[in-house]
């Protein structure tokens, strides 16, 4: 493990064409990281691999030298002791079920999904660690916004990991002078405020597309902060963990970011749209705060915690009230201390 602390430049394996996966392996391989970019299919690695870019994805954005795609994953993962999962997290368990068969029991598995499994609740690391039970595991969060970071602007992020030796190992691999890499110990902090503040910017997108004003937009990202650090402490999270990049920082940008997928889901059911529809108007990416929004009201209702502002969007999303039933079931709650 001390070989990759002071090896930052060792092979790096990704898991995920995504947009974030793309931008990830480029950023890194910039660096002058050797990055492994695992493809879907055969055909699809060819094409990336011809046209040094994904003009699916991130037109214009031409893959450094040391960026090679492939769908063989004795390549992929041959000599590679950091592999970053970055796929939905509707996908995570069937893809560590499988990335698992070729991985050496030294392997660092690195979360970089925000999203909470359907049927279980589970964080993204407790899929890993039911997958992959060899490996050790760590999550990537924070006010990453994936178009603004492949454009070399400057952003911080944290790696979270219970084992120190992990987190600074993913931290010196991940660090750069644009792109800022803290650690901490608290995944379980970490990964719950990844997923939630996701839930909260559907909300955002919605108070900004029926123009409700800053107060408004300010008091729902304010109170939604409140909600992700109850749900998170009563899971075992850390409060302070919830005003860090991983909470607050996060929640920012995705509340008051047009490049953000989730805001833009609030906006097309602003305008009437279903979740369906609006999932359609962002040409095939994926809006983790829609899968997670009903998830994470299951959690609260194992742990005891009432989550008022998520159950009025998974309200909004379902179809089941409109905009100006929201906003009445919201103002229209009995006062309280705050």
Not at 210 to 235: C, H, P, Q
């Amino acid at each position: 493990m001390n070989n990759l602390i002071e090896n930052p430049s060792a092979p790096i394996a990704v898991v995920g064409t995504t947009v974030w996966g793309i931008t990830l392996s480029v950023m890194l391989a910039k660096k002058g990281t050797e990055v492994r970019l695992l493809a879907r299919t055969e055909q699809e690695a060819k094409l990336l691999n011809t046209e040094k870019e994904s003009t699916a994805k991130l037109p214009g954005f031409k893959f450094p030298e040391r960026l090679f795609v492939t769908h063989d994953p004795l390549v992929v993962f041959h000599d590679v002791n950091i592999i970053l999962m970055v796929v939905p997290s509707s996908s995570m368990r069937a893809n560590a079920a499988w990335v698992n068969r070729f991985l050496n029991a030294n392997s660092i598995v690195v979360s970089a999904a925000k999203g909470l499994e359907a049927d279980t609740t589970m964080r993204m690391s407790e899929v890993l660690a039911d997958e992959i039970p060899t490996a050790k595991f760590a999550a990537l969060s924070g006010p990453n916004l994936a178009r603004e970071i492949i454009n070399n602007k400057p952003a911080s992020t944290v790696v979270s990991s219970k084992s120190l030796e992990v987190s600074l190992a993913v931290q010196s691999a991940l660090n750069s002078q644009m792109f800022r890499v803290y650690t901490n110990s608290d995944i379980i902090g970490t990964e719950l405020a990844g997923a939630f503040k996701n839930i909260i910017a559907i909300g955002a997108g919605v108070v900004d597309g029926i123009d409700l004003g800053d107060n408004a937009k300010s008091g729902l990202v304010t109170r939604g902060l409140s909600e992700m650090t109850r749900l998170g402490v009563a899971a075992g999270g850390e409060g302070s963990t919830f005003a860090g990049l991983s909470g607050l920082g996060d929640l920012i940008v995705t509340c008051y970011s047009g490049l953000s997928r989730n805001y833009k889901v609030g906006l097309s059911l602003s305008r009437g749209l279903t979740a369906e529809q609006a999932v359609k108007n962002l040409g095939g990416e994926v809006a983790e705060g829609i899968s997670s929004t009903p998830v994470a009201l299951s959690l609260a209702q194992k742990l005891g915690v009432e989550l008022p502002l998520t159950e009025v969007i998974q309200e909004l999303l379902s179809g089941e009230i409109k905009t100006d039933e929201a906003i009445a079931k919201i103002m229209n709650r009995s006062p309280r201390n705050e």
